[in-house]
């Protein structure tokens, strides 16, 4: 009896898994998205602590414009850029764009990282400000150089609900230091887009910027985009349609000629490589 | 009477003896090492308990908690190889041979079997055991086939990612 009595319970596997720590993750929600664009608009991801991206933004002419331009892909508008994380979330990025000739800057800050035990959304915010050195002085020497600039302030807000399937509310202020007679120096927009992943390593995306109040004349158009992204190791493929060919925020939110209904479709193209520059250190042990 | 106190206290004494020792330090490494390059990743947020009295053994390893490098490596192991939201974490059930309750280091070896990506295969691994100072360190070097967990690599990666990874596990524990 006192035998039985003394002998410390010996516990069984199921037992002792019970007894094992659980990890205090707050259980952060990544790859959002897999780019840092949806299409033609900024996402909430953002490169890491001392990663740099080169993104190449390509948009052909229009598919519609005949065969004699091989329906468009003899046109080119072509944005280079390079994006940098100074913090996990912060990021500054530079690009050049051949549409008006446009170079622009920008910093990317996440305020809020969504997180299972924490906040429901990822808010990230964006400022940008772009110069376009279209028109060239000698050709019209009424520009001056702040004539020349466009900020553009936004706010991106996402929430990846599932492994398959996150979605981004933008809320976007665009002013123009110079505009044509028909158009208006500040535009707010609201921008929604969205990703379904169809296999781990393609997805489907889409995008609409909605103009809350354009000028009554504006010949502008709401921007429409739709694609896939293809992801192989460092690198994301993403192949759109869309009515825009400009690659900076002003022109394809605020300034974008073509409509997509009526058949004005740009075939398109982003591509990224990642590079990692320093980074942690490996503990040895 | 007196003799069921002291047996009673006895029994205390025994318990607070108690077999199990709990994980107060838990980490575990892999590496791939492949012909383009070589990857490592650490997770220092492994956790493990082990009955001395019946050798029972368990590690619980969150898969999301290992670091890499780069962390876009990181974001592909969750997403793209292990499916870490599904399959949040590895485990370990065994029962371990070899270990006696006497200082100095001891060849020990573990049955049992191992859940990794949602497959359980039985596995046999072996590890040394130390008892100093009332703790017990436990280290352990083996090789995980990912084909055998379901791991899948694509081709083009074949040759960034090795098909067998070097695990090594480096515990302390204290009694609980």
Not at chain 1, 34 to 51: D, F, P, Q, Y
Not at chain 1, 140 to 159: F, G, W
Not at chain 1, 245 to 250: A, D, L, N
Request: net charge negative.
């Amino acid at each position: 009896m006192a035998v039985i009595l003394c002998m410390a319970p010996a516990y069984s596997q199921d037992d002792l898994m019970n007894l094992v720590d659980e990890p205090d993750d707050k259980g952060y929600a990544s790859a959002t998205f897999k780019g840092t664009r949806i299409i033609l608009g900024h996402s909430v991801e953002t490169k890491s602590k001392n990663e740099l991206e080169f993104l190449i933004s390509h948009r052909f002419g229009r598919i519609n414009s005949g065969a004699h331009n091989l329906f468009g892909l003899d046109q080119a508008n072509i944005r280079l850029g390079l994006e940098y994380g100074i913090s996990e979330n912060l990021n500054v990025g530079v690009g050049r764009s051949s549409y008006d000739k446009t170079f622009d800057g920008f910093l990317k800050y996440r305020i809020v990282q969504q997180s299972e035990k924490g906040f429901p959304f990822s808010v990230v915010l964006f400022n940008s400000i772009a110069l376009k050195t279209t028109p060239k002085e000698e050709d019209d020497p009424t520009y001056e150089l702040t004539d020349r600039l466009a900020n553009t302030h936004q706010l991106l807000i996402a929430k990846k609900f599932s492994n398959n399937f996150s979605l981004q509310v933008m809320p976007v202020f665009v002013h123009k230091n110079r505009v044509e007679s028909f158009d208006e120096n500040n535009q707010v927009a609201i921008g929604v887009g969205g990703r379904i992943k169809l296999t781990k390593r393609l997805a489907l995306n889409a995008e609409y910027y909605y103009r809350l109040d354009p000028p009554t004349d504006s010949p502008y158009k709401n921007s429409v985009a739709i694609g896939f992204d293809i992801e192989t190791g460092g690198h994301v493929f993403q192949l759109h349609f869309t009515n825009s060919v400009m690659t900076v925020e002003r022109s394809f939110i605020t300034e974008n000629r073509d409509d997509f209904f009526d058949g004005d479709i740009h075939f398109g193209f982003n591509i990224s490589r990642t590079f990692s520059l320093g980074g942690k250190k490996e503990g040895d042990w | 009477m007196r003799l069921v106190i002291v047996i009673l206290f006895l029994c205390l004494f025994f318990e607070v003896q108690a077999q199990k020792y709990k994980s107060v330090e838990g980490k575990v490494r892999f590496f791939s090492e492949a012909t383009l390059e070589n990857i490592a990743a650490d997770n220092a947020k492994a956790s493990s308990v082990f009955d001395e009295s019946n050798g029972n053994i368990v590690f619980s390893v969150p898969i999301k908690s290992f670091e890499f490098r780069k962390s876009l490596m990181q974001e592909h192991f969750n997403e793209n190889y292990m499916e870490s939201d599904q399959y949040p974490k590895a485990i370990f059930k065994g029962t371990v041979t070899g270990f006696e309750n006497k200082a100095g280091t001891q060849k020990v070896s573990a049955q049992g079997d191992m859940t990794i990506h949602g497959v359980t295969k039985p596995v046999n691994v072996d590890g040394t055991m130390e008892l100093k100072d009332g703790q017990i360190y436990l280290k352990s070097v083996f090789k995980v086939r990912l084909e055998d967990y379901n791991v899948k690599i694509p081709q083009v990666l074949w040759q960034n990612i090795a098909e067998e990874v070097e695990v090594t596990m480096n515990f302390i524990y204290q009694p609980i």
